[in-house]
């Protein structure tokens, strides 16, 4: 019996096909790092270093200064604890020091949406987005700490 032409050719196709399918994720990869990173912040911001503080509930997990019309924003990601059922006493308090470590001021804000809900496969995450009208010049360090309840 004489064996097909396509015996001979199909384990080299399988093969073929095998190695293209485990090399696509690292194409993809590739070709989305330029995505996935975030922006430098302005020129004139450049030296402020910004700190982000956890709480028991929340992890403040990205933040980033920003220039829109003329104005700085702060903007940043806070993720839910997997152990945590409800956020919505969390808020961030914002704080400006200067070059010499001497609190400039305080501010507080909310992250969107308040109560931070599970998610299928993704991280349980809100936003925060902070319009900084003046910030002072000599500020050297922005810290972002998450906090829960009143302040006294």
Known sequence: MKKQPTARIWPRARGALTTALKSWPVAALVFLTGCASFARPPADLAHVRLELVDSPLV???KAWLERTDDQVVLRGHVLRRPETTDTTSTHLDISWFNRTGDWVKSTQ????????????????????????????????????????????
């Not at 992250?111 to 900084?132: C, G, H, K, N, T």
């Open 59 to 61: 992890r403040v997990s």
């Open 109 to 152: 804000t909310n992250f969107e949406p308040r109560q931070i809900r599970r998610r299928y496969r993704m991280p349980d995450s809100a936003d925060f987005v902070l319009p900084l009208n003046a910030l002072p010049s000599d500020t050297n360090v922005i810290i972002i700490r998450a906090h829960e309840g009143a302040h006294p």
